[in-house]
Nanobody, 123 residues
Framework: QVQLVESGGGLVQAGGSLRLSCAASGRVFSSYTMGWFRQAPGKEREFVAGISWSGGSTYYADSVKGRFTISRDNAKNTVYLQMNSLKPEDTAVYYC????????????????WGQGTQVTVSS
Protein backbone atom coordinates (compact mmCIF):
# COMPACT_ATOMS: atom_id res chain seq x y z
CA GLN A 1 0.00 0.00 0.00
CA VAL A 2 0.92 3.63 -0.36
CA GLN A 3 0.64 6.24 2.39
CA LEU A 4 -1.02 9.53 1.43
CA VAL A 5 -0.99 12.96 3.07
CA GLU A 6 -3.11 15.84 1.75
CA SER A 7 -2.41 19.54 2.22
CA GLY A 8 -3.48 22.89 0.83
CA GLY A 9 -7.01 23.17 2.13
CA GLY A 10 -8.38 26.33 3.68
CA LEU A 11 -10.97 29.08 3.58
CA VAL A 12 -11.55 30.94 0.32
CA GLN A 13 -14.21 33.26 -1.05
CA ALA A 14 -16.50 32.17 -3.84
CA GLY A 15 -14.79 32.61 -7.19
CA GLY A 16 -11.37 32.04 -5.69
CA SER A 17 -8.84 29.27 -6.18
CA LEU A 18 -7.00 26.68 -4.14
CA ARG A 19 -4.48 23.99 -4.99
CA LEU A 20 -4.51 20.77 -3.03
CA SER A 21 -1.49 18.50 -2.86
CA CYS A 22 -1.22 14.85 -1.94
CA ALA A 23 2.21 13.46 -1.09
CA ALA A 24 2.70 9.72 -1.36
CA SER A 25 5.19 7.37 0.21
CA GLY A 26 5.60 3.65 0.29
CA ARG A 27 5.13 1.49 -2.79
CA VAL A 28 5.87 2.79 -6.28
CA PHE A 29 3.68 5.86 -6.70
CA SER A 30 3.89 5.90 -10.48
CA SER A 31 2.09 2.56 -10.73
CA TYR A 32 -1.11 3.88 -9.15
CA THR A 33 -4.15 5.54 -10.55
CA MET A 34 -4.83 8.52 -8.28
CA GLY A 35 -8.11 10.13 -7.40
CA TRP A 36 -9.64 12.95 -5.42
CA PHE A 37 -12.91 12.54 -3.54
CA ARG A 38 -14.83 14.89 -1.29
CA GLN A 39 -17.40 14.65 1.47
CA ALA A 40 -19.65 17.54 2.40
CA PRO A 41 -21.41 17.68 5.78
CA GLY A 42 -24.34 15.32 5.87
CA LYS A 43 -23.54 13.87 2.46
CA GLU A 44 -21.83 10.78 1.15
CA ARG A 45 -18.29 10.91 -0.13
CA GLU A 46 -18.21 11.47 -3.88
CA PHE A 47 -15.71 11.18 -6.70
CA VAL A 48 -14.17 14.44 -7.92
CA ALA A 49 -11.31 13.65 -10.32
CA GLY A 50 -8.96 10.87 -11.38
CA ILE A 51 -5.66 10.56 -13.22
CA SER A 52 -3.91 7.59 -14.78
CA TRP A 53 -0.51 6.36 -13.63
CA SER A 54 1.25 8.22 -16.42
CA GLY A 55 -0.85 11.35 -16.18
CA GLY A 56 -1.96 10.89 -19.75
CA SER A 57 -5.61 10.37 -18.89
CA THR A 58 -7.72 12.54 -16.62
CA TYR A 59 -11.43 12.42 -15.85
CA TYR A 60 -13.81 14.47 -13.73
CA ALA A 61 -17.18 14.58 -12.09
CA ASP A 62 -19.60 16.73 -14.08
CA SER A 63 -19.93 19.12 -11.14
CA VAL A 64 -16.27 20.18 -11.37
CA LYS A 65 -15.49 19.75 -15.06
CA GLY A 66 -13.96 22.91 -16.50
CA ARG A 67 -13.13 24.31 -13.04
CA PHE A 68 -10.86 21.70 -11.46
CA THR A 69 -7.68 20.19 -12.88
CA ILE A 70 -5.95 17.08 -11.59
CA SER A 71 -2.25 16.54 -12.31
CA ARG A 72 0.65 14.52 -10.97
CA ASP A 73 4.41 14.69 -10.70
CA ASN A 74 5.75 11.15 -10.42
CA ALA A 75 9.26 12.43 -9.71
CA LYS A 76 7.90 14.13 -6.59
CA ASN A 77 5.40 11.39 -5.68
CA THR A 78 2.69 14.02 -5.60
CA VAL A 79 -0.75 14.52 -7.10
CA TYR A 80 -2.45 17.91 -7.27
CA LEU A 81 -5.95 19.28 -7.58
CA GLN A 82 -6.15 22.83 -8.89
CA MET A 83 -9.55 24.25 -8.02
CA ASN A 84 -10.70 27.44 -9.73
CA SER A 85 -13.99 29.36 -9.71
CA LEU A 86 -14.85 27.80 -6.38
CA LYS A 87 -18.45 27.75 -5.23
CA PRO A 88 -19.96 27.39 -1.75
CA GLU A 89 -21.18 23.93 -2.76
CA ASP A 90 -17.54 22.86 -3.18
CA THR A 91 -17.18 23.07 0.61
CA ALA A 92 -16.13 19.63 1.83
CA VAL A 93 -13.33 17.51 3.20
CA TYR A 94 -11.19 16.49 0.23
CA TYR A 95 -9.49 13.10 0.18
CA CYS A 96 -6.71 11.74 -1.96
CA UNK A 97 -6.82 8.05 -2.87
CA UNK A 98 -4.73 5.49 -4.77
CA UNK A 99 -5.86 2.55 -6.86
CA UNK A 100 -4.12 -0.35 -8.59
CA UNK A 101 -6.93 -0.33 -11.20
CA UNK A 102 -7.15 1.81 -14.31
CA UNK A 103 -9.68 4.63 -14.88
CA UNK A 104 -11.73 4.03 -11.77
CA UNK A 105 -14.06 6.29 -9.84
CA UNK A 106 -15.72 3.98 -7.33
CA UNK A 107 -14.52 4.28 -3.75
CA UNK A 108 -14.30 0.51 -3.45
CA UNK A 109 -11.65 0.46 -6.19
CA UNK A 110 -9.28 2.66 -4.18
CA UNK A 111 -7.23 0.83 -1.56
CA UNK A 112 -5.28 3.68 0.04
CA TRP A 113 -6.68 6.92 1.44
CA GLY A 114 -5.35 10.08 3.02
CA GLN A 115 -6.75 11.70 6.12
CA GLY A 116 -8.44 14.54 4.23
CA THR A 117 -8.11 18.31 4.09
CA GLN A 118 -10.91 20.80 4.69
CA VAL A 119 -11.94 23.21 1.96
CA THR A 120 -14.44 25.92 2.89
CA VAL A 121 -15.83 28.32 0.30
CA SER A 122 -17.65 31.35 1.64
CA SER A 123 -20.35 33.17 -0.30
Amino acid sequence: QVQLVESGGGLVQAGGSLRLSCAASGRVFSSYTMGWFRQAPGKEREFVAGISWSGGSTYYADSVKGRFTISRDNAKNTVYLQMNSLKPEDTAVYYCAASRHAVVRLQADFGSWGQGTQVTVSS
